[in-house]
């Protein structure tokens, strides 16, 4: 038997690495060089070197878990976070992208985010979530 067989052999009923183990080892890994950064702070260096160490344990402890229906449950979890920050991220580019042409407003009652033309001047706008009526400045 060659060596893939048996690594094969050895991880059958183990989770193995998934997105979230992925992520842990890149985290894993910018922690090592903040650690490698702060090497003068002693403080700091040791923080960032026992995260690490914690990080990568638990990454490596998830690769070999046979528990793959809570490894999954995780997984799933970790999707749904990372999605919200993805949704976050490209909500921020894109009033980014367009803040020349519009000002954009919270929602005081229910903290919908409202998209102005700019350069009207005083507009009374109606919140489309709540029905919420204010004044703002454009």
Known sequence: MNFRQKLSQFMYGRNGID???VFLLVVSVVLMTLSTLFSRISVLSELFLALEWMVLLLCVFRIFSRNTVKRQQENAKYYQHHRKFLLWCRSVRDRWTQRKDYKFF???SCHALLRVPRGK???ELTCRKCGNRFKRRT
């Open 106 to 108: 919270r929602c005081p």
């Open 121 to 123: 001047g005083v507009l």
């Open 19 to 21: 997105v979230l183990g």
